[in-house]
């Protein structure tokens, strides 16, 4: 038997580079560490001890006088000025007589051709599971006592609705096809949907009064981003081999766009259609501040009166609302595409346009059926229940029973997390908050992004908003690190029990869609008004996107990496560690950036329970109409949530070498396993 000799073996490729590896990520990393860590404490102790804490007064710009110019102009001018009487009013009158006009609709179809219509609605377009969803979903309404809300608020939620999509479905096929277009729209979507509600409901109500205009506009502004986003997105993604037959087939650029983008963009539009129903949703309790009726109303009424019964009524027929709205327009958008086909039930055929001929006069009797024979316009009283006896008495008795757990909860996180860190930021000078940052931007994603977020930072200061947003910034990041504490170990055990999933999916859709203001009554009634009821509030409404994105992205690493952690001989244990915690780093770090954007969105309506900070100016500005000190405090959320938002997208971005993540998986193992996945995937070539 011949044997080859041994000069004739070759390391196959992938050795090459992944020994220069190994060798790099066998040096200590601990002395870089550890000076890193003298360095900071040095900085620390000598910022705490010899200078001067926080922001200079002398460098303060005086930007409220600014903006209070501006409001004084409009009083004096907003009887007389063409831009009110010509624009302004007529807009507002048109906006209110819309929606009134909806409601008067609504309303005379009676509560069960509501109930008909609806489900028939629901059946053509997504199913007769739909139907019976959406059947029932109205009924519900009825079914809780608050029929009369429920429209009003379907009403603004419509029109709304309508005029995102009339706005965003152009402009997001103008980005789609437009790339110079696409990057000033991406900008200005972040703003809008950074800069707190609140702050939008302080010039809306300014120019347009007080009612549904104010309303109407502040929710198209937040509604609007998932309608342009989306869009584009769909219409970039269409495949180029499709333009090119559209091309030879001499087509123009309206006909390619109206024959090919949009019909294969359709599935992308439509989850713009979903988002933009989700977001309007959640601007429906923000509306009720503003003096729009509806169910955000009830559900503020019960904020005010420390009523949890009459809170939940009304957010419960929100979630019913959401849930009704969202899982039609989902499963309309997954339907195939061949409309006009036939259609069998019970052994007949019928054609599409038979059934809306159908579901019209079926509609249409149901509506005479109310009128007249049952004569009962509004929802039968004699029908109605109602969840406030049975929430109220679960809230006295965890009020008489938890009390001592509430005090646990509020010591430790007021000793060891809101007092600490407020001091913390509060005590050191400016510059090394917004030297903090910009070191931590740099070292995630370069120089370019520390420097954007260092003048983030010195622009709080400049503003004059230095000790409130210090304040703020506590709460968020107790508050996020909280959420993340809990939600990541549920996250990874829903990724890894199919049961245990599909058992807490409805909890999460719930906890999703229900306003935020509900969660602060209950937390309220437990605990003494202030910061701790604003973070656990910030908690419950956050945690469920920390754990579907841990979920979902842990049951998105491939198997083959799974299959080479096994082949390594892993435990359970270590492959979650080695393997699939690391390759879900992109997705776990999507949800703390989601998690930090919905705290801060809580923590500034937390603001009407004593959560201080930036919330309580900016619900005080509402209150007295003061715009400028509204829109100070609004900007100033709108740099802090820039500042988290940049730092936690850097982080989840794809790994630039084979390490672990943060460094801090270099055995030799973790390296091999990386480059044998990538060898086998065919690139050839490290990451490194």
């Known amino acids: 038997m011949a044997v080859a000799p041994p000069k004739q073996l070759r390391v196959p490729e992938v050795e090459a580079p992944l020994s220069r590896t190994a060798v790099r990520l066998e040096r200590n990393p601990w002395p870089v560490r550890l000076a890193w860590v003298a360095g900071i404490v040095a900085v620390l102790v000598i910022g705490v001890t010899w200078l001067d804490p926080g922001f200079p007064d002398s460098w303060v710009i005086g930007v409220e006088s600014w903006f209070e110019a501006i409001e004084n102009w409009i009083i004096d001018n907003q009887r007389t000025h063409w831009l009110f009487t010509s624009v302004l009013g007529p807009l507002s009158d048109t906006v209110d007589s819309s929606i009134k006009g909806v409601i008067n609709a609504l309303s005379r179809m009676t509560w069960f051709g509501l109930v008909v219509g609806a489900a028939g609605l629901a059946g053509i377009v997504a199913g007769w599971r739909m139907a019976v969803l959406a059947g029932l979903g109205v009924l519900s309404f009825g079914v809780l006592g608050v029929w009369e809300a429920s429209l009003q608020t379907l009403a603004l939620m419509l029109v709304a609705v309508l005029v995102s999509l009339a706005i965003g479905v152009p402009l997001g096929i103008w980005a789609g096809r437009k790339p110079r277009a696409e990057r000033f729209l991406r900008s200005l979507m972040d703003a809008m949907q950074t800069i707190p509600a609140y702050s939008y409901l302080l010039p809306c109500v300014l120019f347009l009064g007080i009612g549904y205009p104010p309303a109407l506009i502040a929710t ?3 509604a609007l981003p998932p309608a342009v986003r989306l869009t584009a997105l769909g219409i ?10 559209s091309g030879s087939f001499g ?14 963009a359709k599935p992308s539009m439509m989850l713009g259609v979903n988002q933009t129903i989700m977001m309007a949703l959640g601007m429906v309790v923000i509306a009720a501040v503003v003096g729009a009726p509806g169910l955000g109303r009830e559900v503020l009424n019960g904020l005010k009166q420390l009523d949890v019964g009459e809170a939940l009524n009304g957010g419960i027929a929100i979630v019913v609302m959401a849930i009704v709205l969202d899982r039609v327009t989902t499963a309309w958008s997954q339907r195939d595409q061949r409309r006009s086909r036939p259609v069998r039930l019970v052994g007949w055929t019928v054609s599409r346009r038979m059934l809306w001929i159908s579901l019209g006069a079926v509609t249409i009797l149901a509506v005479v059926i109310g009128r007249e024979l049952l ?4 929802f039968p009283e004699a029908l109605t229940t109602s969840v406030a006896a049975p929430a109220n008495a679960v809230v006295e008795w965890s009020r008489d029973n938890l009390t001592g757990v509430a005090d646990t909860i509020t010591n430790v996180l007021l000793r060891y997390g809101l007092d600490p860190l407020r001091d913390l930021l509060l005590g050191v000078p400016w510059w090394m908050v917004a030297g903090a940052v910009g070191l931590i931007a740099w070292r995630v994603s370069g120089p370019r992004l520390g420097l954007g977020l260092f003048a983030c930072v010195f622009a709080i200061g400049l503003i004059g908003t230095w000790d409130l947003s210090m304040e703020t910034l506590a709460v968020v990041l107790v508050a996020v690190l909280v959420a993340i504490t809990i939600a990541i170990p549920l996250g990874i055990v829903a990724a890894r029990s ?26 309220l009634l437990l605990f003494a008004p202030g910061r701790v009821p604003a973070v656990i509030a910030s908690v419950v409404y956050a945690l469920p996107v920390g754990i579907r994105l841990t979920s979902h992205g842990i049951r998105s690493v491939s198997k083959e ?4 952690g096994n082949a390594y001989g892993s435990t359970a244990g270590q492959l979650l560690r080695k393997v699939q915690l690391p390759l879900a780093r992109p997705s776990i770090l999507l949800g703390v950036n989601q998690t930090i954007m919905m705290v801060l969105s809580v923590v500034i309506i937390a603001g009407l329970i004593g959560g201080g900070g930036l919330g309580f100016d900016i619900l005080v500005a509402l209150s007295q109409r003061n715009i400028g000190r509204g829109l100070v405090g609004g900007l100033s959320i709108l740099l802090l949530a820039i500042v988290l938002d940049r730092i936690t997208q850097a982080m989840g971005a794809a790994p630039k070498t084979t390490r672990g993540p943060v460094g ?7 390296t091999k396993m990386r480059a044998l ?11 490194g």
């Open 236 to 245: 970039r993604n269409v495949p180029s081999t499709a333009l090119d037959v």
């Open 375 to 378: 004569r009962q316009q509004d």
């Open 251 to 264: 087509a123009t650029s309206r006909q390619t766009l109206g024959k090919v983008q949009i019909p294969l």
């Open 664 to 670: 801090l998986m270099g055995q030799g193992r973790w």
């Open 561 to 564: 990496a799974v299959e080479a």
């Open 220 to 222: 198209v502004i937040f």
């Open 498 to 523: 199919d049961g245990f999933d599909r058992a807490i999916r409805p909890l999460l859709d719930a906890m999703q869609t229900m306003p935020a203001f509900v969660y602060l009554v209950p937390v």
């Open 677 to 687: 996945m990538v060898k086998q995937n065919g690139n050839g070539k490290g990451e």
